[in-house]
């Protein structure tokens, strides 16, 4: 079956640094492009970055353009999202999202990020 399994979340300075990490399997993963979203509490779900399946283009909201990068490794079907000078505004559930045309989501159980001094 499907399977989106995120890791490397947790308590982090601001201004530090943390690198998430989504393990996939069950699917044909180089045809499709993985997102990561984020929900923090109180708000709704928003989108971060993306990565199309070949890896060959990033996206980013504008809220982390600069500090976050985004980067997959097909061959280990893995997606990962480095994290960089995180400010507390930063502090979510992080999700692992795997897309399709047409419409399919996968996604995984989320990884909370938390950004305090």
């Known amino acids: 079956q499907v399977q989106l399994v995120e890791s490397g979340g947790g308590l982090v300075q601001p201004g530090g640094s943390l690198r998430l990490s989504c393990a996939t399997s069950g699917f044909t993963f180089s045809n499709y492009a993985m997102n990561w979203y984020r929900q923090a509490p109180g708000k709704e779900r928003e989108w971060v970055a993306r990565i ?16 976050f990068t985004i980067s997959r490794d097909n061959a280990k079907n893995t997606v990962a999202l480095q994290m960089n ?17 047409p419409p399919v ?9 938390t950004v305090s001094s």
Not at 86 to 101: F, G
Not at 105 to 113: I, L, P, R
């Open 105 to 113: 989501n996968y996604w995984g159980q989320g990884t909370q990020v």
């Open 52 to 67: 199309t399946g070949t890896g060959g283009t990033t996206t980013y909201a504008d809220s982390v353009k600069g500090r």
């Open 85 to 101: 000078s995180l400010k507390p505004e930063d502090t979510a559930v992080y999700y692992c999202n795997a897309y399709r045309w």
